[in-house]
């Protein structure tokens, strides 16, 4: 026993700590590095939820950004009356339609009219006058010519009309009436003249135009024109049986056109504010409305063939069906077109302004550049004085108010066309480079002003004079603050760094 107390006492005298001691300590400090690694966990778990929901966020806005573009347009296009009309007008001037025109104006007119059959009684009649057989020969050479004469001043008559100012203008007045009655029809009214049938065809009134027509022939000495009655009748535009659904989604887009664009722009916003890294979030929110607006695009292009397929021949020619799709869409497509270039812009934006490399190199450059040109508009006695102070102070309320004006002319500019978009970008950042510009930031501690300058002045980036016999000094702009949401390898908390020493520097 002697022995080995003998043995334990040097193996202490050693430097060798109890087993029982060091146990207890590793146990507390197990124990500690656990308690540093629970709020680490829970913050990436917090992290991947909030990560999860701006996701789902950001997807259903932009998911709802094309229904949101077409309820828009259905509501914004088709109940207003000078947009519509305009649209559509300048098919009158087109010359597939006024071909098909002049045909339907005539087969109106032969349906109501029997030229041959009028012609033929003419002839017989004057064959039962007392004439010559020579003049009955000849009569009856000339009954066909006459009626095809007649049949030729009918066309002639309605080309004439359908190619006149008088004609433009009645077809912008029969415009105006038919998208009246189009807004009755799809609201369920059957006392108008265009009507949705319950075999889902869609007409338009060809009265007004066959009235106009036989005034034309009347006055040009025909007076068998006056026996064409008044005629009720509407040419079919269009057949389907999802027309008579249309009643129903009219009715539901028309109130759904106003909120679902301000649920889609509100849910993405949602999740760009959810999200942890914002700046990466706002680009790729911005990317993927672009790209949802360029497949809006693509599926009003594939709409054209459809649309032309369910038309052509049964109900309109094929060029026909394609001039009046190309009228309807080019809002549509402007809209989407203009939607789809703010996505962009937010994306670019969101880049500029993150704590990317490429886009700090950028905001350096410029903030240099600005400067550099207060700092020689100072030497040249050239400040902006308090003016400068006061927009200093306020920059980054400047830099809200100019992002919200620019998103008010995106909400509230109607019609949304890409040149008012990229005029927008381009005063909002003229105006960005003016704040950077005419601000007036102070003094720099420890830095002297630049000679010939008052003192307050901003000396820029200008070097500062060195004293004789020392290194000159090169001054190097501040980094612009990093996003914190930014910013990688926070897993919990952490112990602060012992400060760096170094040996001090020989007098």
């Given at each position: 026993?002697?022995?080995?107390?003998?043995?334990?006492?040097?193996?202490?005298?050693?430097?060798?700590?109890?087993?029982?001691?060091?146990?207890?300590?590793?146990?507390?400090?197990?124990?500690?590095?656990?308690?540093?690694?629970g709020?680490?966990?829970?913050?990436?778990?917090?992290?991947?939820?909030?990560?999860?929901?701006?996701?789902?966020?950001?997807?259903?806005?932009?998911?709802?950004?094309?229904?949101?573009?077409?309820?828009?347009?259905?509501?914004?296009?088709?109940?207003?009356?000078?947009?519509?009309?305009a649209?559509?007008?300048?098919?009158?001037?087109?010359?597939?339609?006024?071909?098909?025109?002049?045909?339907?104006?005539v087969?109106?007119?032969?349906?109501?009219v029997?030229?041959?059959?009028?012609?033929?009684?003419?002839?017989?009649?004057?064959e039962?006058?007392?004439?010559?057989q020579?003049?009955?020969?000849?009569?009856?050479?000339?009954?066909?010519?006459a009626?095809?004469?007649v049949?030729?001043?009918?066309?002639s008559?309605?080309t004439?009309?359908?190619?006149?100012?008088?004609?433009?203008e009645?077809?912008?007045?029969?415009?105006?009436?038919?998208?009246?009655?189009?807004?009755?029809?799809?609201?369920g009214?059957?006392?108008?003249?265009?009507?949705?049938?319950?075999?889902g065809?869609?007409?338009?009134?060809l009265g007004?135009i066959i009235?106009?027509?036989?005034?034309?022939?009347?006055?040009?000495?025909?007076?068998?024109?006056?026996?064409?009655?008044?005629?009720?009748?509407?040419?079919?535009?269009?057949?389907?049986?999802?027309?008579?659904?249309?009643?129903?989604?009219?009715?539901?887009?028309?109130?759904?056109?106003?909120?679902?664009?301000?649920?889609?722009?509100?849910?993405?916003?949602?999740?760009?504010?959810?999200?942890?890294?914002?700046?990466?979030?706002?680009?790729?929110?911005?990317?993927?409305l672009?790209?949802?607006m360029?497949?809006?695009?693509?599926?009003?292009?594939?709409?054209?063939?459809?649309?032309?397929?369910?038309?052509?021949p049964?109900?309109?020619p094929?060029?026909?069906?394609?001039a009046?799709y190309?009228?309807?869409?080019?809002?549509?497509?402007?809209?989407?077109?203009s939607?789809?270039?703010?996505?962009?812009?937010?994306?670019?934006?969101?880049?500029?302004?993150?704590?990317?490399?490429?886009?700090?190199?950028?905001?350096?450059?410029?903030?240099?550049?600005?400067?550099?040109?207060?700092?020689?508009?100072?030497?040249?006695g050239?400040?902006?004085?308090?003016?400068?102070?006061?927009?200093y102070?306020?920059?980054?309320l400047?830099?809200?108010?100019?992002?919200?004006?620019?998103?008010?002319?995106?909400i509230?500019?109607?019609?949304?066309?890409?040149?008012v978009?990229?005029?927008?970008?381009?005063?909002?950042?003229?105006a960005v480079?003016?704040?950077?510009?005419?601000?007036?930031?102070?003094?720099?501690?420890?830095?002297?002003?630049?000679p010939?300058?008052?003192?307050?002045t901003?000396?820029?980036?200008?070097?500062?004079?060195a004293?004789?016999?020392t290194?000159?000094?090169?001054?190097t702009?501040p980094?612009?603050?990093?996003?914190?949401?930014?910013?990688?390898?926070?897993?919990?908390?952490?112990?602060?760094?012992?400060?760096?020493?170094?040996?001090?520097?020989?007098?």
């Open positions: 026993m002697d022995g080995s107390s003998n043995l334990a006492k040097p193996a202490r005298s050693n430097g060798l700590a109890d087993p029982a001691a060091e146990i207890a300590r590793l146990s507390a400090e197990n124990a500690r590095l656990r308690g540093q690694l709020p680490a966990a829970e913050h990436r778990a917090s992290a991947r939820w909030r990560a999860f929901f701006a996701a789902l966020l950001i997807t259903i806005g932009v998911l709802l950004a094309p229904v949101s573009v077409v309820a828009y347009w259905t509501k914004g296009y088709i109940n207003d009356t000078d947009r519509f009309v649209s559509l007008a300048p098919l009158a001037d087109d010359p597939a339609v006024q071909a098909y025109l002049v045909d339907e104006i087969a109106v007119v032969n349906e109501n029997d030229i041959n059959t009028i012609t033929s009684d003419l002839f017989t009649g004057l039962s006058l007392d004439l010559p020579a003049a009955k020969d000849a009569l009856a050479l000339l009954e066909t010519p009626a095809q004469g049949q030729q001043l009918i066309e008559a309605a004439n009309i359908v190619a006149s100012d008088a004609f433009a009645l077809w912008e007045q029969a415009l105006r009436t038919s998208q009246t009655q189009v807004i009755a029809a799809l609201e009214d059957t006392s108008t003249a265009l009507v949705i049938s319950d075999t065809e869609l007409g338009i009134q007004p009235a106009e027509v036989k005034k034309e022939l009347v006055d040009r000495g025909f007076s068998l024109a006056t026996n064409i009655p008044e005629v009720d009748r509407t040419i079919v535009v269009a057949q389907s049986d999802s027309l008579v659904q249309a009643r129903t989604g009219y009715q539901l887009l028309n109130v759904l056109g106003f909120v679902l664009p301000l649920v889609s722009l509100g849910l993405i916003v949602l999740g760009v504010l959810v999200a942890r890294r914002r700046s990466r979030t706002m680009i790729w929110a911005g990317l993927t672009a790209l949802a360029a497949v809006l695009a693509a599926g009003i292009a594939v709409g054209r063939i459809l649309f032309v397929s369910a038309l052509s049964t109900y309109l094929n060029n026909v069906a394609q009046l190309d009228a309807v869409v080019p809002f549509i497509n402007t809209t989407a077109l939607v789809g270039l703010v996505g962009f812009t937010v994306a670019v934006v969101a880049y500029l302004a993150g704590p990317f490399r490429g886009s700090t190199i950028v905001r350096r450059a410029t903030i240099g550049t600005c400067a550099r040109i207060r700092a020689a508009a100072a030497n040249a050239v400040t902006t004085g308090g003016f400068g102070d006061f927009l102070h306020y920059r980054r400047a830099h809200v108010l100019i992002g919200l004006a620019a998103a008010a002319v995106a509230f500019w109607r019609p949304l066309a890409v040149p978009i990229i005029w927008t970008a381009v005063l909002a950042l003229i480079l003016l704040v950077e510009l005419l601000q007036r930031p102070p003094v720099t501690p420890g830095v002297p002003p630049v010939g300058t008052k003192p307050g901003p000396s820029g980036p200008q070097e500062p004079t004293a004789a016999g290194e000159s000094v090169n001054p702009l980094l612009p603050p990093a996003d914190p949401d930014d910013l990688r390898g926070q897993t919990g908390p952490t112990e602060p760094l012992e400060p760096l020493r170094t040996p001090a520097r020989p007098e």
